[in-house]
């Protein structure tokens, strides 16, 4: 049960990052965390349903995720330092520009 979580986060890496160019980081981002609460709050009720709706609920829930890791450095670069420069520690943004700078 545990790894279904990770064939969800597999399967939509490259659809996820290509998503997010298309549509927006933000909308991408802010519906992936959306579904991601309703699934979470289904999951009681799906384990109560059975063990195949709770792993298609976990696959589900590997798929609204796998934002959170690519699209965090993003959205922090793109609008927490451009918008709020002065209110972010230099180490952070030193750190977190850096890890956009791999890209």
Request: negative net charge; aromatic residues 14%; proline residues 2%.
């Amino acid at each position: 049960m545990t790894g279904s979580f990770f064939w969800g986060y597999l399967v939509t890496q490259l659809i996820g990052g290509r998503f997010a160019e298309i549509f927006g980081t933000k909308y991408i981002f802010g519906s992936c965390q959306a579904a991601a609460v309703l699934i979470t709050c289904c999951l009681p009720v799906l384990a109560d349903a059975g063990v195949e709706f709770f792993i298609v609920g976990r696959v589900l829930l590997g798929m609204t995720q796998v934002t959170q890791i690519f699209l965090h450095e993003h959205v922090f670069c793109n609008f927490i330092i451009l918008n709020f420069a002065g209110c972010v520690h230099p180490i952070t943004a030193t750190i977190v520009g850096q890890m956009g700078a791999q890209d």
